[in-house]
């Protein structure tokens, strides 16, 4: 009994000193201190009249039903909400400007997070076996992409530029990922390969891409040797009918072709030593490359070659095809490529038996290049890798770290797997691409994007709409044959290098329209020329110009502002001195070669711009042009029309200045 009665006694003052303890251990809460904290700070910025108000002891919550999730962050980030608080320190501090309702949409539905922890452990810390831990700040833009879908999501520079690199990268290629559907391949159609390059090239190119071109999207598979001369071997086989040309050095020919390529201005799309677009494949070692009867075929019709490619059909004679071939081989030669060194790669090269192309075949396969490339013969063989629908919720204890040292969370393994594959494993197939550092967290921000989680509709984001755009008949012959849209956007679709072309017709001059077709120029001293010398017959003029009059229009836009055309003098003077001494006009645009250079000069603008669209740009210039640099003055319809008549009252700039 005694022992029984002891063990009572000892249990008892046990039980007292917990019951004791339990107040005072609620009483020091993490929270309460920080709240207490917080009311001192509120008194303080009352006595200095500002509006910030102390807060109740106790639990605060978010609780939103639509997302399901009840956040306690605002338990201890009081000032979340407080704008009179964005210098105070943490956890204080307010949040920044957002398009949100904090008490509305919560914390952890962008921050990530345990959103039901009230201790900063608890809520911040990375614990063992959390489900999903709080987002570093240079990953948070992924959260962005739970509900922003489109392309370019305002402000969240870092999930729109990675993005980008997913859809050029061609990552689609291999995996599944949402928003990202599996077009047409981008990259060149490998039938006739055979007949288009050099052996020597093509091996080379094979065993390190980057060696040749250092910004091509094409990554490198760290192929051995013989697996570079079996693909090599394979890729050799799948040839074309294309004639046989033989290139001449007469130097007259070469003259000639050196005057062609520069009238097509070919150096607005392809580089040539480090200098000139990057549109298309720099030609700076293409004689090296590129076989001269397969170069003479392709600038007769790029299309029959390559049904999906961008270049466009120039209307050159069969003459000065053969000269641009006589330039280009001669000017654009590789002087790496050594013919001796080329036939003994020929000569070890697998034999063009089944057994060895059955070997090229499967590695092509292997290596997915079906991805990128089209291949006849191996069409509807594309080996696939994992889905990536819901990466941004794998479960970390499902990821290989092998004996890397890492973080043992997701961003940390899907940084290293996109900047560095093979490290963990020689053997993976996910060949390397060169990302920088930069470009792999951009990535890795719009991986995390891709979520498990269901969003409720009213909390997406609208998806972009994109008018479908099927020009028929002649028009639509022309934007195939000169692909228009690979550098212009009409009705929204099509490319960003050049001015969109929805409204030309309210916008330009028919008869400016014609002869810059005739002879393009640059209308920016700034910037390299662009648009090509196609050689348009005066029938394809007619045809596109009489489209554009009748069909890409703005009614909302006048032609004719002023009577006859003619803007009034003292209108035009009233013009001029706003232009120089109210707006400042001349600080970037040029006449007669004086003011800045930021945009376009603006001599004899009359003769290229309709009045109408003149007044209706200088009243909002970002209603045509959304990312323009002009500012929008909010111009009054007084102003507005005496500085378009001062603009239409300009004569044109010498030919000599142009």
Known sequence: MRRLARAFCISSVLFLAVYAVAPLRDYFQEWKRYQKSYNRLADEKFRQNIPVRATPIGIRQIWNRDLDTVDRCVTCHLGVDNRFLRDASHPFRAHPVTPHKIGETGCTVCHRGQSAATTVRGAHGRLRWWEDPMLPSQYLQSSCGQCHAGSSVPEAWVLNAGRGLIETSRCVGCHKIPGFARREPIAPDLDGIGSKVRPLWLFRWLKNPKDYLERTSMPDFQLSDEQARVLTAFLLSQKVSVPEASVTSDRAMVELGQLRY????????????????????????????????????????PKALFPQTRMPQFSFPEKDIRAVVAYMESEFADSSIDDRQEQELVRSLPPGSRESLAAGQDLYHRLGCGGCHRLKQMEGQIEFGP???????????????????????????????????RTFGKNLKMPNFGFSDEQSQE??????????????????????????????????????????????????????????LSIIGSQARPQWIASYFRLPYSLRPILTERMPLLGMSDQEIRTAVGYF??????????????????????????????YFNKYGCHACHQIQTAGGYVGPPLDGIGGRLFSGYVLAYLKNPQRFKPAVREPNYHLDDSDARALTAYLLSLPAADKGQR
């Open 262 to 301: 520069r009238e097509a201005r070919c150096i607005s799309c392809h580089a040539q030593g480090g200098r000139g677009g990057t549109f298309g494949p720099d030609l700076g070692k293409v004689g090296g490359k590129v076989r001269p009867g397969w170069l003479e075929s392709w600038l007769r019709d």
């Open 443 to 500: 990535i890795v921000v719009a991986l995390l994007s891709l979520s498990a989680r269901k969003i409720p509709p009213r909390y997406l984001a609208p998806a972009e709409k994109v008018s479908p755009l099927r020009p028929q008949g002649d028009f639509g012959k022309l934007l195939k044959k000169y692909e228009c849209l690979s550098c212009h956007t009409i009705h929204g679709e099509g490319g960003k290098l050049a001015p969109d």
């Open 387 to 421: 889905d990536l629908t819901e990466i941004g919720n794998k479960d970390v204890d499902r990821l290989d770290f092998g004996n890397l040292r890492l973080e043992r969370n997701l961003w940390s393994w899907l940084f290293t797997k996109v900047k560095t594959p």
């Open 549 to 578: 009059q009748t069909v890409l229009l703005d009614d909302s836009i006048p032609q004719k502002l002023f009577p006859d055309g003619r803007p009034d003098a003292q209108q035009a003077a009233r013009g001029k001195e706003l």
